[in-house]
């Protein structure tokens, strides 16, 4: 399922670590319309891996030192989610505080509209993608002190992104499929590198294009539930090419 929501803003200056602001906001709207819901994504398993993922148009945005200027105080938010119990508790929970404002940073956010978007249909074996938001190549072993992120210019980079994918499919469909998922092939078409503030930190990401060989099931998963690391977090969503 996917969806545009209209974000109104009170002023034209929002923090760059534009996708903290979101966050805040999902988890707000998901407390107060379903507090199991919420716990269930993010106090029950730490690091839980979810299903959905999100990008933000700011139309024509300026990137400050540490804001973005937003001169129309418009985002549209697009989400998108694999799963469908996701995505109706998204539209409701935000049905629910739609017109409310929320406070952020020297800021306050509305929802002013939700829109349900067509979703495009996969029957090849062989699709292209294209970043909404920036693919996240996270190599992670255990903290923080030994994380990093890679480009998908390097063959390292390429191997860290595989091995990461590889695993996210194993754990959501389960290692029956693994002779599908041995088969995935992936080719970079074009690769832009740039530096995301996150969490007070920038991190390096990549706009790109991908051509991905898989079984239809799992290009559709990859196109509803995005692709890459941290996903949930505002990384990786795609669309088809």
């Given at each position: 399922?996917?969806?545009?929501?209209?974000?109104?803003?009170?002023?034209?200056?929002?923090?760059?670590?534009?996708?903290?602001?979101?966050?805040?906001?999902?988890?707000?709207?998901?407390?107060?319309?379903?507090?199991?819901?919420?716990?269930?994504?993010?106090?029950?398993?730490?690091?839980?891996?979810?299903?959905?993922?999100?990008?933000?148009?700011?139309?024509?945005?300026?990137?400050?030192?540490?804001?973005?200027?937003?001169?129309?105080?418009?985002?549209?938010?697009?989400?998108?989610?694999?799963?469908?119990?996701?995505?109706?508790?998204?539209?409701?929970?935000?049905?629910?505080?739609?017109?409310?404002?929320?406070?952020?940073?020297?800021?306050?956010?509305?929802?002013?509209?939700?829109?349900?978007?067509?979703?495009?249909?996969?029957?090849?074996?062989?699709?292209?993608?294209?970043?909404?938001?920036?693919?996240?190549?996270?190599?992670?072993?255990?903290?923080?002190?030994?994380?990093?992120?890679?480009?998908?210019?390097?063959?390292?980079?390429?191997?860290?992104?595989?091995?990461?994918?590889?695993?996210?499919?194993?754990?959501?469909?389960?290692?029956?499929?693994?002779?599908?998922?041995?088969?995935?092939?992936?080719?970079?078409?074009?690769?832009?590198?740039?530096?995301?503030?996150?969490?007070?930190?920038?991190?390096?990401?990549?706009?790109?294009?991908l051509r991905i060989k898989a079984k239809p099931y799992i290009l559709d998963?990859?196109?509803?539930?995005?692709i890459g690391s941290q996903r949930s977090t505002g990384f990786g969503m795609?669309?088809?090419?």
């Open positions: 399922m996917r969806f545009s929501v209209e974000l109104l803003l009170d002023n034209e200056k929002i923090p760059k670590d534009k996708n903290r602001m979101i966050l805040s906001l999902l988890k707000h709207s998901y407390m107060s319309y379903d507090q199991n819901y919420y716990y269930e994504l993010y106090e029950k398993m730490q690091n839980k891996m979810k299903s959905f993922t999100f990008s933000m148009y700011m139309g024509n945005c300026e990137f400050l030192r540490e804001e973005i200027s937003i001169p129309n105080k418009k985002i549209i938010l697009n989400y998108s989610t694999y799963d469908t119990k996701d995505g109706i508790l998204f539209y409701n929970s935000f049905l629910n505080i739609k017109g409310t404002r929320y406070p952020i940073k020297n800021n306050a956010i509305t929802i002013n509209n939700i829109r349900l978007v067509r979703e495009k249909h996969i029957v090849d074996n062989v699709v292209m993608f294209s970043t909404l938001s920036p693919i996240s190549v996270r190599e992670h072993q255990g903290n923080n002190k030994q994380t990093w992120y890679h480009s998908l210019n390097d063959t390292k980079g390429q191997e860290v992104f595989m091995n990461n994918l590889k695993f996210q499919l194993i754990s959501y469909f389960g290692e029956e499929r693994d002779l599908d998922i041995d088969e995935v092939e992936f080719e970079v078409l074009r690769n832009k590198e740039v530096k995301v503030k996150h969490y007070g930190i920038e991190i390096l990401a990549n706009i790109c294009n998963f990859l196109y509803k539930g995005g795609v669309d088809l090419v």
